[in-house]
């Protein structure tokens, strides 16, 4: 049961255009949501974190959405730089510091 | 924010074989977790490890194949025992550090990659 789901597993943008990244969740007990960064053969980067008392959160070029009604969750990422390249996680957990659970991943390509 | 180094960052190991990856985080922390990237996959939680008590193994994991061992608050090791190709995959250690203001984040080190032929 994949109870994080990123359906998308590309996408490509033009630099300087909006990125957004999408993400679906079943388990209504996810209370936290993380965006993670991955570069191969390095480990996940952190990215920007919601609880789900909050609809929004930003921090710089990158925004993320909550919608608990739907389940749904994305990252923005606005002006998308070549350097922002790299496959994006999102995942949930159902409380502070407890197991992470990760969507599929999407690969972002930022072309200049 | 935390460093996490794991060691090795890559072996090629001989079906059978056993091999042990370590992690030291740079800071004191209570709960550090173990997961597994298998080629085109995502990121699958084997255990999480607490120090001072038996590691949690999810389901489709067993102690006897990736024992833990977590003997204080900056250390784990994560073993691969008896290896097939099938175990070829990046194992990641994390860290959830506590005490930050609305800090939800975990820290990852670089991954270990492991092929088994």
């Known amino acids: 049961d994949q109870q994080v789901k990123q359906n998308s597993p590309s996408l490509s943008v033009q630099e300087g255009r909006i990125s957004i990244l999408n993400c679906d969740y079943t388990?209504?007990?996810?209370?936290?949501f993380l965006w993670y960064k991955k570069y191969p053969a390095e480990g996940p980067t952190f990215l920007i974190s919601?609880?789900?008392?909050?609809d929004k959160n930003e921090d710089g070029r990158f925004t993320v959405f909550l919608n608990k009604s739907a389940k749904h969750l994305s990252l923005h990422i606005v002006p998308s730089q070549p350097g922002d390249s790299a496959v994006y996680f999102c995942a949930a957990s159902v409380a502070s510091g407890s197991r992470l659970t990760f969507g599929e991943g999407t690969q972002l390509t930022v072309n200049p | 924010s935390a460093v996490i180094s794991q060691k090795p960052s890559r072996d090629i190991c001989q079906r059978g074989t056993s091999l042990t990856i370590q992690c030291q985080v740079d800071?004191?922390?209570?709960?550090m977790f173990w997961y597994r990237q298998q080629p085109g996959q995502s990121l699958t939680l084997i255990a999480t490890?607490?120090?001072?008590?038996?590691?949690?193994?999810e389901s489709g994991f067993v102690i006897d194949k990736f024992p833990i061992s977590r003997p204080n608050l900056t250390f784990s090791t994560l073993t691969v025992s008896n290896m097939s190709p099938e175990d070829s995959s990046i194992y990641l250690c994390?860290?959830?550090?506590?005490?930050?203001?609305?800090?939800?984040?975990?820290?990852f080190g670089p991954g270990t990659r492991l092929t088994v032929t």
């Open positions: 490890a607490n120090q001072g008590s038996e590691a949690t193994y």
């Open positions: 388990n209504s007990m996810f209370d936290y």
């Open positions: 994390s860290a959830h550090i506590p005490g930050q203001a609305l800090s939800y984040e975990q820290y």
């Open positions: 919601i609880s789900s008392i909050k």
């Open positions: 800071s004191q922390v209570t709960m």
